[in-house]
T-cell receptor
Framework: AQTVTQSQPEMSVQEAETVTLSCTYD???????LFWYKQPPSRQMILVIR??????QNATENRFSVNFQKAAKSFSLKISDSQLGDAAMYFC????????????FGKGTRLHILP | NAGVTQTPKFRVLKTGQSMTLLCAQD?????MYWYRQDPGMGLRLIHY???????AKGEVPDGYNVSRLKKQNFLLGLESAAPSQTSVYFC?????????????FGQGTRLTVV
């Protein structure tokens, strides 16, 4: 069974600094998607970034980028120039590409931004 | 464009009572999911559906039942509520044929069982 592990329950970063959130996953499949979702205090889930496993190039969305290491089954999220609005719970998620259609989430990392 | 709507937003139940949570989406999505979110546990999949008339068990299905009689609706039922089912419940949906597509979530239902 696929699993997603986020080993950092909480992290803090100074405003304008860079922070990296870790995620590892376990799967026997070779084609899948990985995601990072953000959940601010409003509870609304927001897609931050996604990565296709068959693409070697790391995905980037403005200040958000990932470090995808397929062999190591690692998918970390880097937030550059942290802003107060980045304070939220961040979830790493996995979805197999071809069947089953489940989306599996990690336990989340709560990110605090220090002014 | 409403997206995914959950009803109700809040509910307090007594142990042993039953209730149904409704999830409705207006995006013609094929796949729908029910998750529960508990502190330190992340989002855990309860049940999901890959199309009208189909349902499947997730990670934590015990104590819950679901139905998908209409494509746009996914119902989550608690037949005999227990305090362990106190949680925030989220419904989500995704379009067919696009496993990399963004999942759209409802605003959540906070359920307290006393």
């Amino acid at each position: 069974a696929q699993t997603v592990t986020q080993s950092q329950p909480e992290m803090s970063v100074q405003e304008a600094e860079t922070v990296t959130l870790s995620c590892t996953y376990d799967t026997s499949e070779s084609d899948y998607y990985l995601f990072w979702y953000k959940q601010p205090p409003s509870r609304q889930m927001i897609l931050v970034i996604r990565q296709e496993a068959y693409k070697q190039q790391n995905a980037t969305e403005n200040r958000f980028s990932v470090n995808f290491q397929k062999a190591a089954k690692s998918f970390s999220l880097k937030i550059s120039d942290s802003q107060l609005g980045d304070a939220a719970m961040y979830f790493c998620a996995y979805r197999y590409m071809n069947r089953d259609d489940k989306i599996i989430f990690g336990k989340g990392t709560r990110l605090h931004i220090l002014p | 464009n409403a997206g995914v709507t959950q009803t109700p937003k809040f509910r307090v139940l007594k142990t042993g009572q039953s209730m149904t949570l409704l999830c409705a989406q207006d995006m013609n999505h094929e796949y729908m999911y029910w998750y529960r979110q508990d502190p330190g546990m992340g989002l855990r999949l309860i049940h999901y559906s890959v199309g009208e008339g189909t349902t499947a068990k997730g990670e934590v299905p015990d104590g819950y039942n679901v139905s998908r009689l209409k494509k746009q609706n996914f119902l989550l039922g608690l037949e005999s509520a227990a305090p362990s089912q106190t949680s925030v419940y989220f419904c989500a949906s995704t379009p067919p044929g696009r496993p990399g597509a963004e999942a759209f979530f409802g605003q959540g239902t906070r359920l307290t069982v006393v």
